[in-house]
Protein backbone atom coordinates (compact mmCIF):
# COMPACT_ATOMS: atom_id res chain seq x y z
CA UNK A 1 0.00 0.00 0.00
CA UNK A 2 1.11 3.55 -0.51
CA UNK A 3 1.90 5.30 2.81
CA UNK A 4 1.18 9.35 3.39
CA UNK A 5 3.64 10.70 5.43
CA UNK A 6 2.05 14.60 6.08
CA UNK A 7 4.35 17.08 7.77
CA UNK A 8 4.55 19.47 10.34
CA UNK A 9 1.48 17.52 12.76
CA UNK A 10 0.85 20.85 14.35
CA UNK A 11 1.01 24.29 12.76
CA UNK A 12 0.52 27.29 14.97
CA UNK A 13 0.06 31.07 12.51
CA UNK A 14 -0.89 34.34 12.69
CA UNK A 15 -4.21 35.82 11.05
CA UNK A 16 -2.93 36.47 7.14
CA UNK A 17 0.14 34.37 6.89
CA UNK A 18 1.18 32.20 4.41
CA UNK A 19 1.03 28.23 5.57
CA UNK A 20 2.36 25.65 4.01
CA UNK A 21 1.53 21.66 4.48
CA UNK A 22 3.43 19.19 2.90
CA UNK A 23 2.64 15.44 1.89
CA UNK A 24 5.18 12.34 0.70
CA UNK A 25 3.90 9.45 -0.74
CA UNK A 26 5.85 6.52 -0.39
CA UNK A 27 5.58 6.29 -4.74
CA UNK A 28 4.80 8.16 -7.73
CA UNK A 29 1.21 8.55 -7.29
CA UNK A 30 0.81 10.98 -10.34
CA UNK A 31 -1.32 14.02 -9.43
CA UNK A 32 -3.92 11.64 -7.63
CA UNK A 33 -3.85 13.72 -4.36
CA UNK A 34 -6.98 15.66 -2.30
CA UNK A 35 -6.91 17.67 0.17
CA UNK A 36 -9.54 18.31 3.36
CA UNK A 37 -10.01 20.53 5.76
CA UNK A 38 -11.89 19.11 9.29
CA UNK A 39 -13.05 21.20 11.73
CA UNK A 40 -13.51 20.13 14.74
CA UNK A 41 -17.09 17.55 15.38
CA UNK A 42 -17.91 18.27 12.02
CA UNK A 43 -16.67 15.87 8.74
CA UNK A 44 -13.66 16.18 6.77
CA UNK A 45 -14.36 18.99 3.72
CA UNK A 46 -12.67 18.59 0.30
CA UNK A 47 -10.55 21.23 -0.68
CA UNK A 48 -8.23 20.20 -3.53
CA UNK A 49 -8.24 17.16 -5.82
CA UNK A 50 -5.79 16.47 -8.43
CA UNK A 51 -3.34 17.52 -6.73
CA UNK A 52 -4.01 21.47 -7.95
CA UNK A 53 -7.55 21.56 -8.40
CA UNK A 54 -9.57 23.98 -6.28
CA UNK A 55 -13.41 22.32 -5.70
CA UNK A 56 -16.83 23.81 -5.73
CA UNK A 57 -16.59 26.55 -3.21
CA UNK A 58 -13.49 26.17 -2.39
CA UNK A 59 -11.68 30.27 -1.43
CA UNK A 60 -9.53 30.92 -4.17
CA UNK A 61 -6.49 31.55 -0.88
CA UNK A 62 -6.54 27.48 -1.33
CA UNK A 63 -3.98 26.39 -3.24
CA UNK A 64 -2.21 22.92 -4.02
CA UNK A 65 1.00 22.12 -6.27
CA UNK A 66 3.31 19.18 -6.60
CA UNK A 67 3.88 16.05 -8.51
CA UNK A 68 5.67 12.57 -8.33
CA UNK A 69 5.74 11.98 -4.65
CA UNK A 70 6.12 15.72 -3.01
CA UNK A 71 2.79 17.32 -2.52
CA UNK A 72 1.91 20.57 -0.76
CA UNK A 73 -1.44 23.01 0.63
CA UNK A 74 -0.78 26.64 0.88
CA UNK A 75 -3.36 28.75 2.54
CA UNK A 76 -2.53 32.78 1.64
CA UNK A 77 -3.03 35.26 3.95
CA UNK A 78 -4.74 32.68 7.00
CA UNK A 79 -8.02 33.47 8.36
CA UNK A 80 -9.84 32.87 12.01
CA UNK A 81 -11.99 30.09 10.18
CA UNK A 82 -9.00 28.03 8.69
CA UNK A 83 -8.19 26.24 11.79
CA UNK A 84 -8.98 23.48 11.25
CA UNK A 85 -7.23 20.01 10.55
CA UNK A 86 -6.03 19.34 7.62
CA UNK A 87 -5.45 15.81 5.78
CA UNK A 88 -3.84 14.60 2.42
CA UNK A 89 -4.94 11.58 0.71
CA UNK A 90 -3.58 9.44 -2.44
CA UNK A 91 -6.12 7.99 -4.95
CA UNK A 92 -3.62 6.56 -7.18
CA UNK A 93 -4.24 3.12 -5.54
CA UNK A 94 -7.04 2.15 -2.86
CA UNK A 95 -7.07 5.29 -0.62
CA UNK A 96 -4.66 6.49 2.06
CA UNK A 97 -4.68 9.27 4.24
CA UNK A 98 -1.58 11.52 5.84
CA UNK A 99 -1.76 11.59 9.43
CA UNK A 100 -3.28 15.63 9.19
CA UNK A 101 -1.92 18.52 10.18
CA UNK A 102 -3.59 20.63 13.30
CA UNK A 103 -3.64 24.07 12.20
CA UNK A 104 -3.87 26.69 15.19
CA UNK A 105 -3.46 30.81 15.58
CA UNK A 106 -0.88 32.25 17.18
CA UNK B 1 -28.16 19.24 -3.84
CA UNK B 2 -25.94 16.16 -2.57
CA UNK B 3 -26.04 14.60 0.79
CA UNK B 4 -25.51 11.66 2.49
CA UNK B 5 -26.27 10.62 6.03
CA UNK B 6 -25.24 7.28 7.94
CA UNK B 7 -27.14 5.57 10.36
CA UNK B 8 -26.37 2.57 12.88
CA UNK B 9 -26.36 0.72 16.33
CA UNK B 10 -24.56 3.36 18.24
CA UNK B 11 -22.96 0.77 20.38
CA UNK B 12 -22.56 -3.02 20.07
CA UNK B 13 -20.09 -5.61 22.22
CA UNK B 14 -17.47 -7.51 20.96
CA UNK B 15 -17.49 -10.45 18.43
CA UNK B 16 -21.24 -8.58 16.96
CA UNK B 17 -21.64 -7.93 13.60
CA UNK B 18 -22.07 -3.89 12.44
CA UNK B 19 -24.29 -2.87 10.09
CA UNK B 20 -23.93 0.58 8.23
CA UNK B 21 -26.43 2.60 6.17
CA UNK B 22 -25.67 5.62 4.06
CA UNK B 23 -28.34 7.09 2.98
CA UNK B 24 -28.10 9.66 0.04
CA UNK B 25 -29.72 12.16 -2.30
CA UNK B 26 -28.75 14.40 -5.19
CA UNK B 27 -26.63 11.88 -7.16
CA UNK B 28 -27.62 8.48 -8.08
CA UNK B 29 -25.26 5.25 -7.80
CA UNK B 30 -26.00 3.72 -11.27
CA UNK B 31 -24.35 6.61 -12.71
CA UNK B 32 -21.40 5.89 -14.71
CA UNK B 33 -18.15 7.09 -12.49
CA UNK B 34 -19.91 6.91 -9.47
CA UNK B 35 -18.30 5.71 -6.20
CA UNK B 36 -19.81 5.56 -2.29
CA UNK B 37 -16.91 4.49 0.00
CA UNK B 38 -16.73 4.33 3.65
CA UNK B 39 -14.13 5.99 6.10
CA UNK B 40 -13.88 5.54 9.43
CA UNK B 41 -12.12 7.61 12.46
CA UNK B 42 -11.23 7.00 16.00
CA UNK B 43 -11.12 9.55 17.98
CA UNK B 44 -8.83 12.41 17.72
CA UNK B 45 -6.78 10.17 15.28
CA UNK B 46 -6.75 10.59 11.52
CA UNK B 47 -8.55 8.67 8.60
CA UNK B 48 -9.41 5.17 7.70
CA UNK B 49 -10.49 4.11 4.16
CA UNK B 50 -12.43 1.17 4.58
CA UNK B 51 -14.48 -0.17 1.27
CA UNK B 52 -15.78 1.88 -1.90
CA UNK B 53 -18.21 0.59 -4.02
CA UNK B 54 -18.92 1.77 -7.52
CA UNK B 55 -21.80 2.62 -10.30
CA UNK B 56 -20.97 -0.87 -12.40
CA UNK B 57 -20.82 -2.81 -9.03
CA UNK B 58 -16.95 -3.11 -8.32
CA UNK B 59 -16.16 -3.54 -5.14
CA UNK B 60 -12.34 -2.84 -3.06
CA UNK B 61 -11.65 -2.87 0.27
CA UNK B 62 -8.98 -1.70 2.64
CA UNK B 63 -6.23 -5.02 2.33
CA UNK B 64 -5.63 -5.08 6.12
CA UNK B 65 -9.48 -5.62 7.25
CA UNK B 66 -11.34 -7.21 3.41
CA UNK B 67 -12.02 -10.09 5.38
CA UNK B 68 -14.26 -8.35 8.05
CA UNK B 69 -15.50 -6.33 5.42
CA UNK B 70 -18.69 -6.66 2.96
CA UNK B 71 -20.12 -3.46 1.16
CA UNK B 72 -23.19 -3.72 -1.24
CA UNK B 73 -25.65 -1.06 -2.41
CA UNK B 74 -29.33 -0.61 -3.25
CA UNK B 75 -29.37 1.70 -6.29
CA UNK B 76 -33.11 2.18 -6.45
CA UNK B 77 -33.00 3.13 -2.84
CA UNK B 78 -30.13 5.18 -2.61
CA UNK B 79 -28.88 3.23 -0.07
CA UNK B 80 -25.33 2.25 0.45
CA UNK B 81 -24.71 -0.49 2.95
CA UNK B 82 -21.35 -1.54 5.39
CA UNK B 83 -20.98 -4.82 7.21
CA UNK B 84 -17.74 -5.34 9.81
CA UNK B 85 -17.78 -8.58 10.96
CA UNK B 86 -15.93 -9.68 14.16
CA UNK B 87 -16.36 -6.23 16.14
CA UNK B 88 -13.41 -5.23 18.36
CA UNK B 89 -13.35 -2.30 20.78
CA UNK B 90 -10.50 -0.95 18.68
CA UNK B 91 -12.78 -0.42 15.82
CA UNK B 92 -14.84 2.30 18.03
CA UNK B 93 -14.77 5.05 15.53
CA UNK B 94 -16.99 7.36 13.84
CA UNK B 95 -18.30 5.93 10.46
CA UNK B 96 -18.83 8.44 7.69
CA UNK B 97 -19.77 7.52 3.96
CA UNK B 98 -18.57 9.42 1.19
CA UNK B 99 -19.41 10.07 -2.70
CA UNK B 100 -16.40 9.89 -5.08
CA UNK B 101 -16.32 10.31 -8.65
CA UNK B 102 -12.39 9.52 -8.89
CA UNK B 103 -10.95 12.06 -7.66
CA UNK B 104 -11.55 12.42 -3.60
CA UNK B 105 -14.46 12.23 -1.74
CA UNK B 106 -16.06 15.39 -2.36
CA UNK B 107 -19.35 15.20 -0.59
CA UNK B 108 -19.42 13.10 3.30
CA UNK B 109 -22.12 12.65 5.86
CA UNK B 110 -22.00 14.05 9.06
CA UNK B 111 -20.89 10.66 10.52
CA UNK B 112 -22.46 8.04 12.66
CA UNK B 113 -20.38 7.18 15.97
CA UNK B 114 -20.02 3.69 17.09
CA UNK B 115 -18.54 2.40 20.38
CA UNK B 116 -17.87 -1.10 20.36
CA UNK B 117 -17.76 -2.31 24.32
CA UNK B 118 -19.02 -5.35 26.71
Known amino acids: DIQMTQSPASLSASLGETVTIECRAS??????LAWYQQKPGKSPQLLIY???SLHTGVPSRFSGSGSGTQYSLKINSLQSEDVASYFC????????FGGGTKLELK | QVTLKESGPGILQPSQTLSLTCSFS??????????VGWIRQSSGKGLEWLAN???????YYNPSLKNRLTISKDTSNNQAFLKITNMDTADTATYYC??????????WGQGVMVTVSS
Open chain 1, 89 to 96: QQYYDYPT
Open chain 2, 26 to 35: GFSLSTYGMC
Open chain 1, 50 to 52: NAN
Open chain 1, 27 to 32: EDIYNG
Open chain 2, 98 to 107: ARSDRTGFDY
Open chain 2, 53 to 59: IWWNDDK
